[in-house]
């Protein structure tokens, strides 16, 4: 059983930068993705951005180069930069931990992002 819970969401204005991060219970060495998903009104959850466990990344079209996902195992945390921001990554953001091979899929409960034009 794996407990998230995400930080540093807030409000900012567009090209401004925010750095969320999502504190893990217990250990996420063995987890071998860890990922940030979003989801804004009226829209599917999305993939933003994962990073599986020896650190190879990927993100959606949408946040590359401006969004950076890293994961530091010995805190048991995961976090993603995010730089220029713009209207459009205005959304909830989760974090999540998943063991495919088991059928595990672990959710936070989300932290708000709204950057205004």
């Known amino acids: 059983q794996v407990q998230l819970v995400e930080s540093g969401g807030g409000l900012v204005q567009a090209g401004g930068s925010l750095r969320l991060s999502c504190a893990a219970s217990g250990s996420i060495a063995s987890i071998n993705i860890m990922g940030w998903y979003r989801q804004a009104p009226g829209k599917q959850r999305e993939l933003v951005a994962n990073?599986?466990?020896?650190?190879?990344?990927n993100y959606a079209g949408s946040v590359k180069g401006r969004f950076t996902i890293s994961r530091d195992n010995a805190k048991n945390a995961v976090y993603l930069q995010m730089n220029s921001l713009k209207p459009e990554d205005s959304a909830v953001y989760y974090c999540s931990a998943e063991r495919p091979g088991y059928g595990m899929y672990y959710w936070g409960k989300g932290t708000l992002v709204t950057v205004s034009s």
């Open positions: 990073i599986y466990r020896f650190g190879t990344t």
